[in-house]
Structure formats: structure tokens, C-alpha cells
């Protein structure tokens, strides 16, 4: 397309909302002028069925319950009196709790005053809090935040490591929802360990955001720990961002989590509305149906020119693939619906994987998400009329344009700025986008049936590892084969397993299980020395 034609199309299509400072440019995509026309029976379904939703609606039929994220920061919207009065006394709950923490009203098991959070936690009670401290922690934070999202030793001790004159002054935030997820209790009992190494009284430092009733509510009352806040059925882990797991880290740090729920708040008004042009979320949502063809399969790819959004792409990662990479639709049908996200930051991704997406497999859009203001204060001229920042921007309309001139589609986010507000709207906007998507294929957003399955056979291999450890501490100073080991446990068919973990056992130092080299290394012999 001619310039000039690209031009009068931006026109046409831009939209632009001077409230939410955003604007979205979809006139890089190829879809045709009676694009919106034809789709409007399709999405004003979808308009419907997000009302419902929005009303109380069960959702997510599988898991009977409701989907209420959008309460969260209206609660006044919220189906039941006993919800809005939960939602607010949370928020509140949450300032009070914080400005204490600030005040030194609240001090720590040592009498000191709070410096840091250490937040522990996985998927959605981990990644919408890290895209949020990425994009708005700064030097003046009020306590800086670290992560556990995992239950890799290393990772634990290479924390605690950097932490660890801190740790009489750290705070300890336990996230989960279910209260039951692995990774997450592991990091707590770690976490509770080198506490007690420090001689230092963990509960009066430790703080849970969990479900009413779940194993980790039961733990934290039962331990006396510092404070609770509560997590509720109708919010997903992937959109609990703006509920205690995203406001509390954030309040924390001195974020102003008023401002972050304007932000989402007034996006969900503006994506309420039932005509296609004024609604921004549906105009995402169109884009991705327009590219899939409504079959998925294809991949989106999350362009932030600026630092601080470099984390988006991983928070959408969950939010997108999670809620639409699904088997089967509401009817039953197999569809193995979904849609890849990954992405970075640019200009940094242009020296990284851009050249497969200009010379490669044509199975992707581009989001790039343009910052207007690109600092606070003026910058340096680097040579003749030209700032770093002008560099930034110039890169990235250097490669949508290089993208553009090779048949490769893509929108383009600009926000303003990076404040408290735009991250509200901007995570306001992608968890509507994705519900309307949801309904113009025709699955649940709300479910993950198959996360399970891993988890699933996780368990199956630790009892494994039990019996074979069992096996070799009843047959001290003998030495077995794999195979071996596995004939006489009865667990024939799982050698593989049997075989990876007696590797991985012989690399650690727990259980003392030790190796005679073989130069076949299926042939090699597993024992545990006589005492
Ligand atoms: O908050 P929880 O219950 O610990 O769950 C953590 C994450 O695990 C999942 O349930 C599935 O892996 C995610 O949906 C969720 O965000």
C-alpha cells in the first residue's frame, strides 16, 4: 500500500480516547472495510455475554462459579451486597495495613522498620505483580520487592543470599489462591527456614493473600502470622491483579493503587460499550479473530518500546495462553483454540529475534506499544537535534515500517505515559479483550483443565522417587541396576522415570545415592552405602 493510501487508513481507523490516554492503530492489519459490518452479529453476542458475566453469570461452568474481576474496581457492580462490602473493606484493609507498614506502626519481629517484600508466589499471584513493580517501582520505592515464583534451590538460595542482612526487615507476602500450590509452599517452607536459621520469629513477619478456608488461610491462623487478606472464588489467578495479590505488593512499594484501579476502572467503561469503533478492547479482539480466521494457531508477538513494559508480554503470556488455549469449545467440540505470545522489548528485540519475523514463517502480528513520553526531565542532545529517546521512537517506527513493507500485519498501542492509570487501563483492556475473544470462538476464558495433568504426574514421580529411595535404604551397600530397581519396586513400565530420577538423585547430595560409573550408562549400578 502507497503511503499516502496508509496514511488515509490510519485516519479512518484510528482510535483514539483522550480519558484513558490511549490510542490504537489497527491500520496495519489487512482487514477490509466491511470488516466491522460483517462481524457485528458475532460481537455483539460477545457484548451480551460479557454483560451476563459482568451481572454474576456462572461463567465458568465447570468450576461453577463467577467471574467477577470487574468488581474489583467497581464494586459497586458487584451482584451481591456482601461482595461489594468485601471488595471495599479489602481495599481499605489494604491502605490502612500499608500505611502502617510506612508509618513504622508496624514494625518487624526485630522492632525494626519494614524495607523490603519478598513475595512468594506463581503464575497469576506472581505475574501481574512483577509487569506492575517493573513498570512503576523507582528508586524512591517505599520497600523494594523481590520474587520467589518457583521451587528451584538455586533460585532460593541465590535470593536469599542477596537478602539476607535484610531479612529482620523484610516482609513476606505468601500468594495463593488455592493455597495449595507446590512451588509456592515449597518457597514458603524455605522461606520459613532461613528465617528460623536468622533466629528470627517468622509469623510476625509473614503475610497471606489466599482463598476463605484454603490450607494456606488454615496455616497462617493457626501460626499467628501478621495479617491475612482475603482472595475470593470469582476472581482468576490470571486476572487478580487488581485484587489483594496485585494491590497489596503494589501499596507496598508506595504505588498508588488508587490511581491503578482508576486506571482499570474507566477502561472497563469505555470497553463496555456496545459500538465496535468506541470500544478498544473489542477492536483488539477483532484484530486477533481477523488474524486467526476464529481457528487460532497463530502467534502474537508483544513489542513495548520502553523498559518499563518489558514484563507485559510475560503477564500477557499467562492472561492470553491460559484463558484461550483451549481443547474444546462450550459445545464440545474439539478446537484446539490458542494463540503463541511472547515478545520483549524493543529496540532490543531488533537485534534479536526481528530478523525471523521480517525473513521468516509469515504466522504472526506485531503489537508494538509506543510510550509518548519518554522521561520526566529533558535528555542530553546526543548530536545534531536528536535525543536517545528520539532514537527509541525512531527505531520503532523503523521497524514497523520494515515490517509493513514486507506484507507482515501489526497494531500499535500509544499510551501517554507510564503512571499507576495507564497500567490500570492496560490491564483492564487486555482482560476484556480476551473474555470477547473467548465468546467470538466459543470457549471458556475462565478454566484451565489440563494444568492439572503435569501436576498430576509430578506427584506420580515423587512417590516414585519414595518407593525407590525406600527400596535402596531397605537394600543398603547393594548395588542395582535401573532396570533392577524398577523390577523389583514393581514399576516396570515407568523406567524412563526411574532412570532420570536416580540421575538426578546421584547429582544431589540429600538421600546419599551414589553411582558405580558403567561405560553403558543404562548399565550403570545405584546403591546407598551400609552404614
Ligand atoms: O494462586 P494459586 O492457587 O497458587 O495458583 C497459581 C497458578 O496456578 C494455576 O492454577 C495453574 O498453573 C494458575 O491458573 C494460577 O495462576
Redesign the pocket.
Known amino acids: 500500500m502507497e503511503q499516502s493510501a496508509l496514511w488515509d487508513r490510519y485516519k479512518k481507523y484510528l482510535y483514539l480516547n483522550n480519558t484513558l490516554g490511549i490510542y490504537i492503530d489497527i491500520s496495519r492489519m489487512n482487514f477490509s472495510d466491511n470488516y466491522f459490518e460483517e462481524i457485528k452479529p458475532k460481537i455483539e453476542t460477545a457484548f451480551k455475554d460479557m454483560e451476563s458475566l459482568e451481572k454474576g453469570a456462572i461463567a465458568n461452568p465447570d468450576e461453577k462459579r463467577m467471574v467477577g474481576h470487574f468488581w474489583l474496581r467497581n464494586p459497586s457492580l458487584a451482584p451481591k451486597p456482601e461482595i461489594r462490602e468485601e471488595i471495599s473493606e479489602t481495599i481499605l484493609k489494604i491502605k490502612e495495613f500499608s500505611s502502617k507498614i510506612h508509618k513504622g506502626e508496624i514494625l518487624s519481629s526485630t522492632g525494626k522498620m519494614f524495607k523490603r517484600v519478598l513475595l512468594v508466589?506463581?503464575?497469576?499471584?506472581a505475574l501481574g505483580p512483577q509487569f506492575v513493580a517493573n513498570a512503576l517501582q523507582d528508586n524512591d520505592t517505599k520497600l523494594q520487592i523481590s520474587f520467589l515464583d518457583n521451587t528451584d534451590p538455586d533460585g532460593f538460595d541465590r535470593l536469599f543470599a542477596k537478602i539476607k542482612d535484610e531479612l529482620d526487615q523484610t516482609i513476606v507476602l505468601v500468594?495463593?489462591?488455592?493455597g495449595g500450590?507446590k512451588e509456592?509452599s515449597n518457597g514458603m517452607e524455605e522461606t520459613k527456614e532461613i528465617f528460623s536459621k536468622t533466629n528470627l520469629t517468622f509469623s510476625k513477619h509473614f503475610v497471606a493473600i489466599t482463598g476463605k478456608y484454603s490450607k494456606l488461610h488454615k496455616l497462617a491462623l493457626q501460626e499467628d502470622w501478621l495479617e491475612i487478606f482475603p482472595l475470593w472464588d470469582f476472581v482468576g489467578?490470571?486476572t487478580s491483579e487488581t485484587s489483594a495479590v496485585g494491590l497489596l505488593p503494589a501499596a507496598l512499594q508506595g504505588i498508588d493503587i488508587d490511581e491503578l484501579l482508576r486506571g482499570a476502572k474507566e477502561c472497563d467503561e469505555q470497553t463496555r460499550r456496545n459500538d465496535i469503533c468506541q470500544n478498544p478492547a473489542a477492536i483488539l479482539a477483532l484484530m486477533w479473530y481477523y488474524f486467526t480466521q476464529g481457528v487460532g494457531g497463530k502467534e502474537m508477538v508483544i513489542i513495548p518500546y520502553n523498559d518499563r513494559l518489558q514484563l507485559f508480554s510475560k503477564y500477557l503470556q499467562q492472561l492470553i495462553m491460559?484463558s484461550l488455549g483451549k481443547e474444546k469449545d462450550l459445545n464440545d467440540n474439539i478446537v484446539n483454540q490458542g494463540i503463541a505470545v511472547y515478545g520483549n522489548k524493543g529496540s532490543t528485540d531488533q537485534h534479536s529475534y526481528v530478523q525471523q519475523l521480517l525473513d521468516g514463517p509469515d504466522n504472526y502480528f506485531i503489537t508494538f506499544m509506543e510510550v509518548l513520553k519518554k522521561r520526566s526531565k529533558t535528555s542530553i542532545i546526543l548530536e545534531d537535534k536528536v535525543t536517545s529517546g528520539d532514537y527509541l521512537h525512531a527505531f520503532l517506527l523503523g521497524t514497523r515500517n520494515a515490517l509493513t513493507k514486507k506484507q507482515k500485519q501489526s497494531i500499535t498501542i500509544t499510551v501517554d505515559e507510564i503512571t499507576p492509570y495507564s497500567i490500570g487501563v492496560l490491564i483492564a483492556l487486555y482482560e476484556r479483550a480476551v473474555g470477547l475473544y473467548a465468546s467470538l470462538v466459543n470457549i471458556n476464558a475462565y478454566h484451565?483443565p489440563s494444568?492439572e495433568s503435569g501436576k498430576k504426574i509430578a506427584t506420580l514421580t515423587i512417590n516414585l522417587q519414595k518407593d525407590l529411595l525406600s527400596f535402596l535404604d531397605n537394600n543398603r551397600g547393594k548395588k542395582y541396576t535401573p532396570l533392577e530397581i524398577a523390577t523389583e519396586i514393581g514399576q516396570n513400565t515407568e523406567i524412563e522415570t526411574i532412570f532420570k530420577t536416580l540421575q538426578h538423585l546421584t547429582a544431589n547430595m540429600n538421600f546419599n545415592v551414589e553411582k558405580d560409573n558403567h561405560e553403558d550408562v543404562f548399565s550403570t549400578k545405584y546403591f546407598i552405602k551400609a552404614n
Open positions: 508466589g506463581i503464575g497469576g499471584s500468594i495463593s489462591k488455592s500450590t509456592t489467578g490470571r491460559e484451565q494444568v
